[in-house]
Antibody
Framework: QLVESGGGLVQPGGSLRLSCATSELTISDNYMNWVRQAPGKGLEWVSIIYSSGDTHYADSVKGRFTISRDNSKNTLFLQMNSLRADDTAVYYC???????????WGQGTLVTVSS | QSVLTQPPSASGTPGQRVTISCSGSSSNIGSNYVYWYQQVPGTAPKLLIYRDSQRPSGVPDRFSGSRSGTSASLAISGLRSEDEAEYHCAAWDDSLSGPRFGGGTKLTVL
């Protein structure tokens, strides 16, 4: 069970920080992703943090979003800056990598970017 | 737009067999496992098939997956009304260092 929080309504150019907490697995031992889904659209991968701490981003968010984790709180974060209307989506955290992808998902948190 | 191509919609009657295709390229499906997810509106995706053809515990054997070259498919046999949902394919993409997803296929049980 992954539990996201932090979504809401934000103006274009604003910032938001999403959180993903769990008591069922150790975040730092796993590859953790953020995946988003715009209204009526398909899933889009946003970012990943490896167990090693390496991070990767989709081109659409590179330079604006930062993925991180707090090992002491067993929580994953997504810091989102310079938000645009096309960032509006439900954001999910999900475990996985190339060998096993998406066996754990959160319930999602809605981010709406609008003036 | 999505790099993995799925038909936007599919349909069948109860008891029928339906297949959903997913087409990619050498950097994703051509060299990495394919995953399938089932998503009921308003809920999170649920893993249906992993590593091309494996079913997680609890997924009925009516669901099966396959991969060949740069394409993959999901087959659902003995279609039931509760199978009505959106189905997404995904595969790791070596050029992205992350997964690519298809655009999703909305399955309607007539």
């Amino acid at each position: 069970q992954l539990v996201e929080s932090g979504g809401g309504l934000v103006q274009p150019g604003g910032s938001l920080r999403l959180s993903c907490a769990t008591s069922e697995l150790t975040i730092s031992d796993n590859y953790m992703n953020w995946v988003r889904q715009a209204p009526g659209k398909g899933l889009e991968w946003v970012s990943i943090i490896y167990s090693s701490g390496d991070t990767h981003y989709a081109d659409s968010v590179k330079g604006r979003f930062t993925i991180s984790r707090d090992n002491s709180k067993n929580t994953l974060f997504l810091q989102m800056n310079s938000l645009r209307a096309d960032d509006t989506a439900v954001y999910y955290c999900a475990r996985g990598n190339w060998n096993l992808l998406g066996d754990y998902w959160g319930q999602g948190t809605l981010v709406t970017v609008s003036s | 737009q999505s790099v993995l191509t799925q038909p936007p919609s599919a349909s069948g009657t109860p008891g029928q067999r339906v297949t959903i295709s997913c087409s990619g390229s050498s950097s994703n499906i051509g060299s990495n496992y394919v995953y399938w997810y089932q998503q009921v509106p308003g809920t999170a995706p649920k893993l249906l098939i992993y590593r091309d053809s494996q079913r997680p515990s609890g997924v009925p054997d009516r669901f099966s997956g396959s991969r060949s070259g740069t394409s993959a498919s999901l087959a659902i046999s003995g279609l039931r009304s509760e199978d009505e949902a959106e189905y997404h394919c995904a595969a790791w993409d070596d050029s992205l260092s992350g997964p690519r997803f298809g655009g999703g296929t909305k399955l309607t049980v007539l």
